[in-house]
């Protein structure tokens, strides 16, 4: 059973550039998400998919930061005219939604993609 | 509005010693709730869940956390900490509309020291 995995695991950049990460979940896993940590802090939401459907995105999200899941598989988060302040690790994770149950399960998370903006 | 504290930053206790990680939990309904452990540099790793039934859940590496509906309260507990056990954890609740969100808290940083 392979997890979730990312890449990169690490991306530095010079600000103004653009940015994309990838999530591949486990394979059985219809609901992705991406968190934003910065350091000494929990994982902030930024948006999550149903299948290929964006379900929510964060306020938090800006109109530089966009996510799609094509065919419902994995995803990309891109980061467009990056600043400073984009600095943190992306964090992926996927969990399961069983149909006409409350949703229980766990989240799985990947180990992350740290970003640099210098 | 849905949240979860951990009043906390960090939490020191002897190798040997049992340790308490505190969250309390802020939610409508029914609370579904979670504790991970992040080593550095590394994604957010389950240790276990509460969902319904008995009070007490057991996880992974011997941690245990105790559900209190009255104190709106799941801390995680360990009766023997390991240098290993050293990290970051986080208490985390599954709630919204369809339980399709998760929030999590600020995090602690649990230190054993040898």
């Known amino acids: 059973d392979t997890g979730v995995s990312q890449d990169p695991r690490h991306k530095i950049t010079k600000r103004g550039q653009n940015v994309t990460f990838r999530c591949d979940p486990i394979?059985?896993?219809?609901?992705l998400y991406w968190y934003r940590q910065t350091l000494g802090q929990g994982p902030e939401f930024l948006t999550y998919?149903?299948?290929?459907?964006?379900?929510?995105k964060s306020r938090l999200l800006s109109d530089r930061f966009s996510a799609e899941r094509p065919k419902g598989s994995f995803s990309t988060l891109e980061i467009q005219r990056t600043e400073q302040g984009d600095s943190a690790m992306y964090l992926c994770?996927?969990?399961?939604?069983?149909?006409?149950?409350?949703?229980?399960?766990?989240?799985?998370f990947g180990e992350g993609s740290r970003l640099t903006v210098l | 509005a849905q949240s979860v504290a951990q009043p906390e930053d960090q939490v020191n206790v002897a190798e040997g010693n049992p340790l308490t990680v505190k969250c309390t939990y802020s939610v409508s309904g029914n609370p579904y709730l979670f504790w991970y452990v992040q080593y550095p540099n590394r994604g957010l790793q389950f240790l276990l869940k509460?969902?319904?039934?008995?009070?007490l859940v057991k996880g992974s590496y011997g941690f245990e956390a105790e559900f209190n509906k009255s104190q709106t309260s799941f801390h995680l507990k360990k009766p023997s900490a390991l240098v290993s056990d050293s990290a970051l954890y986080f208490c985390a609740v599954r709630a919204g509309w369809f339980f399709n969100k998760f929030y999590f808290g600020s995090g602690t940083k649990l230190n054993v020291k040898p």
């Open positions: 998919f149903q299948n290929e459907a964006q379900l929510e």
């Open positions: 394979s059985e896993h219809n609901r």
């Open positions: 509460y969902i319904t039934g008995d009070n």
């Open positions: 994770a996927s969990t399961e939604r069983l149909a006409g149950n409350p949703n229980t399960g766990e989240l799985f």
